[in-house]
Nanobody
């Protein structure tokens, strides 16, 4: 079983919205802080948002604060990233992983392109 599988990316116009999903294996998901990261062309991968296991406390990067919301469904082993008011600078491949990230869990990610 693939540890983590991201989906939901696509092409969207500036100001639009997307909802990303990441389904994890039980071994990865249960008890873990889960997070979203992204990597834009020519740039290093960066942290976007994270969410705790039981309390659901969240932390979001300043660059997306107020626009992106992370959530999780512990019954479905799934973490979500609701992205609103998307900007061209949000264009990147989005990955989910634990927090801190584990090298063996990096997947292929899902491409988000914001362009008119």
């Amino acid at each position: 079983q693939v540890p983590l599988a991201e989906s939901g990316g696509g092409l969207v116009q500036p100001g639009g919205s997307l909802r990303l999903s990441c389904t994890a294996s039980l071994a990865v998901f249960r008890g873990s802080i889960m997070a979203w990261y992204r990597q834009a062309p020519g740039k290093e991968r960066e942290f976007v948002a994270r969410i705790g296991w039981r309390t659901g406390d969240t932390s979001t990067a300043d660059s997306v604060k107020g626009r992106f919301t992370i959530s999780r469904d512990n019954d479905k082993n799934t973490v979500y990233l609701q992205m609103n008011n998307l900007k061209p600078e949000d264009t990147a491949v989005y990955f989910c992983n634990t927090h801190p990230p584990a090298r063996q869990f990096w997947g292929r990610g899902t491409q988000v392109t914001v362009s008119s």
